[in-house]
T-cell receptor
Framework: GAVVSQHPSWVICKSGTSVKIECRSLDFQATTMFWYRQFPKQSLMLMATSNEGSKATYEQGVEKDKFLINHASLTLSTLTVTSAHPEDSSFYIC???????????FGPGTRLTVT | KQEVTQIPAALSVPEGENLVLNCSFTDSAIYNLQWFRQDPGKGLTSLLLIQSSQREQTSGRLNASLDKSSGRSTLYIAASQPGDSATYLCAVSPPNTDKLIFGTGTRLQVFP
């Protein structure tokens, strides 16, 4: 149980385009989802926390207009990188947490390369 | 601001050795601490979770201890195997929040 998937697993896009990444909880209802980014050989940095049906809470320094997060259902959250630039190239990982559960379950990550 | 540091940053050992990975955090007010494993280009696998009221947790060859007052946790890996090669991350959860603050990671390589 507690499986989280991400789609796509990797994506290459051109500078200036937008990319949407999906995060799904497959066998539980995720009241809270988290989005992280990870640069090569670095640790995970929390970007934002999203609760189903409400606006995401962004960490300091993360541009909310650039990284659009939607958590419209209890099993799906999406991260859209708008007007992507090469510096947005990174590994994006989501995690999900069920109601009454304090443990986060992580997705396999999405490798974004912006050319 | 909570900061989490892991030492060493990298470790290369022969198979069979017992290992100790260290994690320190600057603010002792935590809700829990977790150890994760990350294989290259992959997501995270949770290894052990220690609640703030607990001192240690064990799973197979892994044992994690927590000394909240001193801001330290250790992950002990017994009889290391090449399959243990990965990056190990610790993360703390501040009180009254579901967030995780991750450490810098220890890249472990176990060679035959």
């Amino acid at each position: 149980g507690a499986v989280v998937s991400q789609h796509p697993s990797w994506v290459i896009c051109k500078s200036g385009t937008s990319v949407k990444i999906e995060c799904r909880s497959l066998d539980f209802q995720a009241t809270t989802m988290f989005w992280y980014r990870q640069f090569p050989k670095q640790s995970l940095m929390l970007m934002a926390t999203s609760n189903e049906g409400s606006k995401a809470t962004y960490e300091q320094g993360v541009e909310k207009d650039k990284f659009l997060i939607n958590h419209a259902s209890l099993t799906l959250s999406t991260l859209t990188v708008t007007s992507a630039h090469p510096e947005d190239s990174s590994f994006y990982i989501c995690s999900a947490m069920g109601q009454g559960n304090y443990e986060q379950y992580f997705g396999p990550g999405t490798r974004l390369t912006v050319t | 601001k909570q900061e989490v540091t892991q030492i060493p940053a990298a470790l290369s050992v022969p198979e069979g050795e017992n290992l100790v990975l260290n994690c320190s955090f600057t603010d002792s007010a935590i809700y829990n601490l977790q150890w994760f494993r990350q294989d290259p280009g992959k997501g995270l696998t949770s290894l052990l979770l220690i609640q703030s009221s607990q001192r240690e947790q064990t799973s197979g060859r892994l044992n994690a201890s927590l000394d909240k007052s001193s801001g330290r946790s250790t992950l002990y890996i017994a009889a290391s195997q090449p399959g243990d090669s990965a990056t190990y991350l610790c993360a703390v959860s501040p009180p009254n929040t579901d967030k995780l603050i991750f450490g810098t990671g220890t890249r472990l390589q176990v060679f035959p």
